[in-house]
Structures are given as structure tokens and as C-alpha cells.
């Protein structure tokens, strides 16, 4: 009886029907892409490429649009997030300098294990001020958060340069993640691999927190409906902040991952990346996890397919991408049904 | 007359229109009051910056749209008339036409993005200009061989706007009339002439049909306005005058370049002038503008004072060091957010009519 209730409601807010055909899209984009490159190797290289761009991408964007969903607060300071999680985690990993040059995988493993960690931890602790001191005041207010989180953005940027100096730094991966394997014509870098798995893992991981879990529970009904959990009792304020900690964490995350597969960082990095985790936002629709997981993979499928068939179009093609979704969709992939 | 002038919209403070005078006069006869060419192209600066405020304000300020792109019809009003000055060669036919074409498709621009994000979610809007924004810098730095690419485009004015060029034999109070002066006051008229232009703007029943949209969309929809409608004209009108700012921009600089036309910075500067000077009033661009160009170029100096007078203790000097200057100025920003909403305007006022 609840299942087929469960259906229904699933039914009445369209997700399944816009999960298909967001799977769907993907399909085709692939497809088409196929057909463009024409060589089967080349494809499969290019493809790769394009999902650990888009689980890079959804790591960071994921809780840009959680704690949009759930507060309702866009914080365009999310990107120095990013930059901070990226020169805390290289600062680790160049202290744990022989574990990254070690010939062992599980050695170099660590050292990134080290560094994300690490990353994460003051990024996490870093978004929890961020939160009680900039976008605490302006909550209810868009105007004012976009204005005040993008003056924080510049803030923290400059506090990078103050801290590690104003020239970029080059960050070379971990011995074993160097390099890529080839079957034949196909080659398949070592580290997006890595890039390709963690995503997954990151991506499960969520999903079953907010599908299986008492908290996933009430943050997924908090993003429906704020006002009705806090009325039967549960302290929304303090999982707000839950959310937004776990969201700067997951940014420095990727950021540190970013870093590493660009091989170079700079203070300015989070602001350049932002402008793809806002399109992957808005294409999966603002408050939705799934959906920022499809807009990531268009994204970073796009992204490189286009990179190869004709390298000027890059970030073009996205904003295309975008602008063709929006007019389709103009909520969305995946629109989060508001209660309020 | 004065009433028709400023459309009835007075600074409505004694202090606000002290200020406001001071810096008009300062405007007027900068060059015979400043010696030397520093300064005045510091006047020049603060004459094209605060039209180009006014008009971010319009969005901002008036309609309660924030766009990141603004900086986009900025450049693409220097680069219409740099590419043509640099094409063509120097004479007032490519200037005007260059100039026209920028000016048009900035607009037409601004239509587009307003046609298919302005109808979704206001939030939305942002992030699109965000996106457009970082796609035409890389366009222009990917198009070199007519955009000059990172380098930029350098070329030659029409020969009356040259520094070479005499209208006066002899010199007027120590002062040389030469092209230079002649662009600076061209510059001024037309910023002038485009300020009380935004102000009749905004004091019109259109202005106010903003401000409605502002306050309470829903109400003002209610009210059987078109808010998409309205919304669209401000982002394209807003977006002609940014351009025009822009051409402005590419005659005073004989240069015309991504770093001085369409980087982050130039709007992240934009956005702190629109909000220390006060949002929703467009006196406040001219104080914002004036305040923010002169600390520009006075405040390094100040913070390299500061970081060597502080060169003993370990983190300080860093902090100062005059690069950052940009992490006090941010710093400001948020605080003015906070506790000036209204800015150094509201503020006058406030104190000026004793409420």
C-alpha cells in the first residue's frame, strides 16, 4: 500500500519519467558522439575522460545544491571552498613528499587519502564559520547572499595569496596514478580512473544517506518542506549546518581531486570551476542530487567530446547545453518539489 | 530648469549635495586644477566608471537583478570601436561605426540572455551571466587575430583627439589645449549627458515600474505590468549604455585589452562601487565610482607604507603587501553589505534630513 503510494508521489513530482529521460540524454549524447568521432578506441579514451570530469564536477557541486535545497541560500563562495580544500590537501601531500614519489599504490593512496582528509577536515571546519559569520545574517535574503558570499569568494581568495603566495603551484600525481593503461588503442589514464571511482563511491554513498538513513529522512524533507520538520520537533537550524559542513567538506574534496588532475593550482581555480558547477547545478535543477549527477556527466561527456571535435568550443558547447535544457526544462532536470 | 535637469530627483541632503558639487567642479576643471596626466586619467576614469556604475545600478539597484555579465557589454562596446580603429585606421567614420556596432550587439546580446533566463527562477540569472561572462573572455582571448587576443588591441585616435593637436596657439592658465584635453571633455560632456539621461530614466513611470518589480514581484504582475517585459528593456538598456561607457573607455585608453575591459575584477569592482556608494540611488554610482577609482590609485601607496612600516612581525607585512589591497576592499564590501545597505548615500541622507 505505502509503496504503491510512494509510486504515486514519485510519479506526480515527474522523477521518473525525467530520470529516464535524463539517462536518455546522456545515451544519445554518447551516441551522437560516437558517430562524430568514428573510431570505436578513441571514443572509449574520450568517454572516460568525460565521466571523471563529471564526478570531479558533481563532487563539487553536490553540496552547492544541497544546502540550496535545504536553505534555500546560494553561496557563490562556494568555489573558494574548492581553492582552500586544494592548497590545504597539496600542502599535506608535499610534506608527505616520499609517499607520493613511493613505486607502491597503497602508499600513494594514502598520501591522497592524507591529503583529502586533511583537505576536507579545515574545509569542513572552515565552512562552519563561513556559515556563522557571512551567510548567517543575510538567510531569506537572495540579493543580499549573492552580493555577501561573492565579497567572502574575494575575501578568502586573497587570504590564499596572503597564506601560500601569489603564483600558482605545480602538483605532480602520486608515482603509480602517473601515466595510463592501454588495451590495444585504448587508453585509459591511470588517475581519472581513481577520479572515476571515487565519484561513484561518493555518489552511492549519498544516495543511500538520503534514501536510508533517519538523517537522509529529514534533510530530503527539510529540502521539501523546512518549516513542517522543524514544527514536529526536529532541530532543523542545527542540520542545516550539518549540511552545510559536509557540503564545504565535499568541495575542498574536490578540489583536492581538481587540483591533482589539472596538476597546478591557483588561488583563482575555485571561481574558474565554479562557472561549470553553476551549469551542472542549474542543469540538474536547484535542491537535486540526482539530478546535479546527471548534469555533471553531460557536462563533462560534452565537455570533452567537443574538447576533441573542436577544441575552441569548450565551455561554449556547455553554456549551450544549458541554455537548450533550460528552454526545454526551464527548472531543470530534475526540479525539486517545493511544499513552501 | 534645474528641476527638468535632474527630473526632480535632488541628492535631498546637505552633506550628499556638498559632496556631489565637490566633485562635479573637481570633474569640471581637473585638468586646470590637477596638473599633469595622472590625474587626469584618474578624472577620465571616475567620469567613465560612474556612468558605467549608473547603469549596473539600474539592474542592481533599481530592478533587483544581479548580472554578472556586465563587464561582457562593457568590452564589447571597446572592442567595437578598438577593432575598428585598429582595422580601419584612425578616423571618425570607424570610430562611430565600431562604436554603433558594439553598442547594438551588446544589446541584442543582452536580449538573448534576457529571453531565455530571465523567464526562469531570478536566481538563475546570475549564474547565466556568470557562465556567459567566462565564455566570452575565453572567446575574445581565443579569437587573437582580430581581438589581439591577452595582448590586447593598441591603435590610433582621429588626429583631433591626438595629443599633437592644437586647438589654441597659446596656452589657457599654464594649461596646453591640446587633443588630450578635447577627449577629456568630450569624455565628461557625454558621461554627463548619459548620467542625467539614467536619472530621467529611472524618475520616469518606467523607472517606477522597476522599482515595483523590486519591491513586489508578484504585486507589480498583479498590477497587470509585464514584469518579463520591463525586466528584459532595463537588462538591454542598461547593457547600451554599459557599452557606450565602453567606447568611451577604448578613446580615453588608446588601448583596449581583456585586463581592462571584461576581467572578474573589473566586475567585482563594479559591484563594490555599486554597493559602497549606495544601491537604488544613481548618486550613489558617481560617490561609489569617485571613491572607489581614487583608492585604487592612492591606496597601494598607502598600504606600502603600511606593510614596510610593519616589515618586523611575521604575517602582517603580507596582509599589506599593496597587491592585496582587494582583501581590505572586500572586507569593506561585506561589512557595507551588513551594516550600510544603503551605502554612503543612504547614509547622508539619513544624517542630512534628520530621520
Redesign the interface.
Given at each position: 500500500m505505502s509503496g504503491s503510494f510512494e509510486s504515486l508521489l514519485a510519479r506526480l513530482r515527474g522523477g521518473d519519467g525525467a530520470r529516464r529521460s535524463g539517462l536518455l540524454l546522456i545515451v544519445a549524447l554518447m551516441l551522437l558522439a560516437l558517430a562524430g568521432v568514428g573510431s570505436l578506441p578513441t571514443w572509449i579514451t574520450l568517454t572516460l575522460a568525460g565521466l571523471a570530469m563529471g564526478m570531479m564536477v558533481f563532487i563539487m557541486a553536490s553540496g552547492l545544491t544541497l544546502v540550496f535545497g535545504l536553505m534555500d541560500v546560494?553561496n557563490?563562495g562556494h568555489g573558494a571552498f574548492i581553492s582552500l580544500g586544494a592548497f590545504v590537501g597539496v600542502s599535506v601531500m608535499a610534506a608527505l613528499g616520499p609517499w607520493m614519489e613511493s613505486a607502491s599504490l597503497a602508499v600513494n593512496l594514502a598520501a591522497v587519502l592524507a591529503g583529502a582528509i586533511i583537505g576536507m577536515v579545515v574545509t569542513g571546519l572552515f565552512g562552519y564559520v563561513f556559515e556563522r559569520l557571512?551567510v548567517m545574517?543575510?538567510y531569506g535574503n537572495?540579493?543580499?547572499q549573492?552580493?555577501?558570499t561573492?565579497?567572502?569568494l574575494?575575501?578568502v581568495e586573497?587570504?590564499i595569496?596572503?597564506?601560500w603566495g601569489?603564483d600558482a603551484i605545480p602538483i605532480p600525481r602520486p608515482e603509480t596514478l602517473k601515466g595510463a593503461l592501454t588495451f590495444g588503442d585504448v587508453v585509459l589514464e591511470k588517475y581519472r580512473l581513481l577520479a572515476v571511482a571515487v565519484g561513484l563511491v561518493i555518489f552511492a554513498t549519498m544516495t543511500a544517506v538520503l534514501t536510508r538513513t533517519k538523517i537522509g529522512l529529514l534533510v530530503r524533507a527539510g529540502v521539501e518542506n523546512s518549516e513542517m520538520v522543524e514544527s514536529l520537533g526536529y532541530p532543523v537550524t542545527r542540520l542545516f549546518i550539518a549540511v552545510f559542513i559536509a557540503g564545504s567538506a565535499l568541495a575542498g574534496l574536490g578540489g583536492v581531486m581538481w587540483g591533482l588532475y589539472e596538476e597546478v593550482i591557483t588561488a583563482h581555480m575555485g571561481?574558474?570551476v565554479?562557472?561549470m558547477v553553476?551549469?551542472v547545478?542549474?542543469i540538474g535543477g536547484?535542491g537535486s542530487v540526482e539530478g546535479c549527477f546527471l548534469g555533471a556527466l553531460l557536462v563533462g561527456l560534452m565537455n570533452n567530446y567537443v574538447a576533441y571535435l573542436a577544441p575552441?568550443m569548450a565551455?561554449?558547447s556547455?553554456?549551450l547545453l544549458?541554455?537548450v535544457i533550460?528552454?526545454w526544462r526551464?527548472?531543470g532536470l530534475l526540479p525539486v518539489a517545493k511544499g513552501r | 530648469m534645474l528641476n527638468t535637469l535632474f527630473s526632480g530627483d535632488f541628492p535631498r541632503s546637505r552633506w550628499l549635495t556638498g559632496l556631489l558639487l565637490l566633485i562635479a567642479v573637481a570633474l569640471l576643471l581637473a585638468p586646470f586644477l590637477f596638473p599633469g596626466s595622472r590625474p587626469l586619467d584618474t578624472a577620465a576614469k571616475v567620469c567613465i566608471f560612474i556612468v558605467l556604475v549608473a547603469s549596473y545600478d539600474l539592474l542592481?539597484g533599481y530592478t533587483?537583478v544581479?548580472s554578472f555579465a556586465h563587464t561582457v557589454f562593457f568590452g564589447m562596446g571597446a572592442y567595437g570601436a578598438a577593432i575598428a580603429l585598429a582595422k580601419v585606421g584612425p578616423g571618425w567614420g570607424a570610430l562611430l561605426t565600431g562604436g554603433a556596432l558594439g553598442v547594438l550587439s551588446a544589446m541584442v546580446l543582452a536580449l538573448l540572455i534576457a529571453l531565455?533566463?530571465l523567464?526562469?527562477?531570478?536566481?538563475?540569472f546570475?549564474?547565466?551571466t556568470?557562465?556567459?561572462a567566462?565564455?566570452f573572455a575565453?572567446?575574445v582571448s581565443?579569437l587573437f587575430h582580430i581581438t589581439g587576443g591577452e595582448d590586447g588591441l593598441s591603435y590610433s585616435l582621429p588626429r583631433e583627439l591626438t595629443p599633437a593637436f592644437r586647438l589654441v596657439q597659446d596656452k589657457v592658465f599654464d594649461v596646453r589645449i591640446d587633443g588630450r584635453l578635447l577627449t577629456y571633455y568630450l569624455v565628461l560632456t557625454a558621461c554627463a549627458g548619459l548620467f542625467l539621461g539614467l536619472l530621467r530614466l529611472v524618475n520616469s513611470p518606467f523607472g517606477r515600474v522597476l522599482q515595483a518589480i523590486r519591491e513586489n514581484e508578484f504585486r507589480a504582475e498583479a498590477l497587470g505590468y509585464r514584469t518579463v517585459l520591463y525586466r528584459t528593456l532595463a537588462s538591454c538598456i542598461a547593457a547600451g549604455v554599459a557599452a557606450l561607457a565602453g567606447v568611451m573607455m577604448a578613446v580615453w585608453a588608446r588601448y583596449t585589452g581583456p585586463e581592462t575591459t571584461l576581467s572578474?575584477d573589473i566586475m567585482?569592482n563594479i559591484?563594490l562601487m555599486v554597493?559602497i556608494g549606495g544601491m537604488g540611488t544613481l548618486y550613489g554610482a558617481v560617490v561609489g565610482a569617485t571613491l572607489f577609482v581614487l583608492a585604487q590609485n592612492y591606496l597601494q601607496t598607502l598600504m606600502a607604507g603600511l606593510s614596510s612600516a610593519v616589515s618586523g612581525v611575521p604575517?602582517l607585512p603580507?596582509?599589506f603587501?599593496p597587491?592585496?589591497w582587494?582583501?581590505w576592499?572586500?572586507?569593506l564590501?561585506?561589512l557595507s553589505?551588513?551594516f550600510f545597505?544603503t551605502g554612503l548615500v543612504g547614509r547622508l541622507r539619513g544624517t542630512g534630513s534628520g530621520r
Open positions: 546560494l557563490f557571512v545574517p543575510v537572495h540579493l543580499k549573492i552580493l555577501i561573492m565579497g567572502g574575494i575575501v586573497q587570504l595569496y596572503v597564506v601569489p571561481m574558474s565554479m562557472v553553476f551549469i547545478v542549474i536547484l575552441k565551455l561554449g556547455s553554456i544549458m541554455v533550460l528552454m526551464p527548472e | 542592481l533587483g544581479v531565455f533566463s523567464r526562469v527562477r531570478a536566481i538563475f546570475a549564474m547565466v556568470l557562465a556567459v567566462s565564455a575565453i572567446l581565443q572578474m567585482v559591484l554597493v604575517v603580507n596582509l603587501a597587491d592585496r582587494l582583501l576592499l572586500g572586507v564590501f561585506i553589505v551588513y545597505p
